[in-house]
């Protein structure tokens, strides 16, 4: 019958992002012919898709004239979990903190650049509308920043790695209208990867595989929820996974990000239960 060994939050390493946990045994285990399987992962659906390390996509920029000229301002984003409509929200804040917007006669803030998602295309939507080189009756600039020059379009940078995230190539800029006082839409190129880790992959140490690379991985684990809900996911069926044979004090299981790298967890609750059988004893 197999021997149950069950990772919790007290087995996480710290400062490691919550993805890696040991599991210190109480004696050293002599593993002859073993093999191991996970039987359940029981997690929050917490990590980032932006972040400054190690995905480095949170920075782009846009250009905005002042009247005096062209100026650039960079958008660093905050490591977290971002939808479309959050990336819009933090570009409309940033926005009014370098006084880009207007108010218009009722009262609204006023933005030249927006992103929306296009669920029917399965794409990201980048528009971007001309400058006022005048205020309307009731309007107002609250910022003092100066006004466009001539009716032209704010336009947006896309950086390399935050590109991705919308579906634009690296170094993406938006372009200017062919004709003054036009709106310009464009439609992400590629389908968006709002999360650049739509899977887990769980590695363990001392794993015998030779027909994987690398031979450490034993699982993968998919949300089917939410942000910020809990996964619980039980396999259907075991696949079990021959340890190296040899004598250990310790279990050691990573949690990685599809390109196998590491990975940031904001919620450290887990519990993550391994089996391990005898073969010999089958």
């Given amino acids: ?121 399965y794409a990201v939507q980048i528009n971007t509308y001309p400058q006022l080189t005048a205020l309307p009756v009731g309007w107002t600039n609250p910022s003092g920043l100066g006004l466009g020059s001539n009716n032209t379009n704010p336009t947006i940078t896309l950086t390399a790695n935050f590109n991705q995230i919308l579906g634009f190539a690296a170094g993406y800029v938006t372009p200017q209208p062919a004709v003054y006082n036009t709106i310009f839409s464009v439609l992400s190129s590629v389908a968006p990867q709002v999360q650049p880790n739509p899977s887990l992959f769980v590695s363990m140490n001392c794993i015998q595989n030779v027909y994987a690379v690398p031979s450490s991985i034993i699982y993968a684990v998919t949300p089917t929820t939410a942000t910020g809900t809990q996964i619980a996911d039980r396999p259907n069926q075991y696949s079990w996974n021959r340890l190296l044979s040899g004598t250990y004090n310790q279990l050691r299981i990573q949690l990685l990000g599809t390109d196998l790298g590491a990975i940031n967890i904001l919620d450290p609750n887990m519990t993550i239960i391994l089996l391990i059988k005898d073969n010999r004893l089958e």
């Fill in 1 to 121: 019958m197999p021997s149950t060994v069950t990772f919790t939050q007290r087995n996480i390493v710290p400062n490691s992002n919550n993805n890696t946990l040991i599991y210190q045994f109480p004696s050293s285990v002599n593993f002859e012919n073993h093999s191991v399987a996970v039987a359940q992962v029981n997690m929050f659906y917490s990590w980032t898709n932006i972040n400054a390390t190690p995905l480095n996509n949170n920075k782009f920029s846009y250009t905005y004239n002042t009247g005096a000229g062209d100026v650039t301002f960079q958008v660093t984003i905050p490591d977290g979990i971002y939808e479309i409509s959050d990336l819009n929200n933090f570009l409309q804040f940033t926005m009014i903190a370098n006084g880009t917007y207007l108010v218009n006669d009722v009262g609204s803030y006023v933005y030249y650049i927006e992103f929306l998602l296009n669920p029917t295309l």
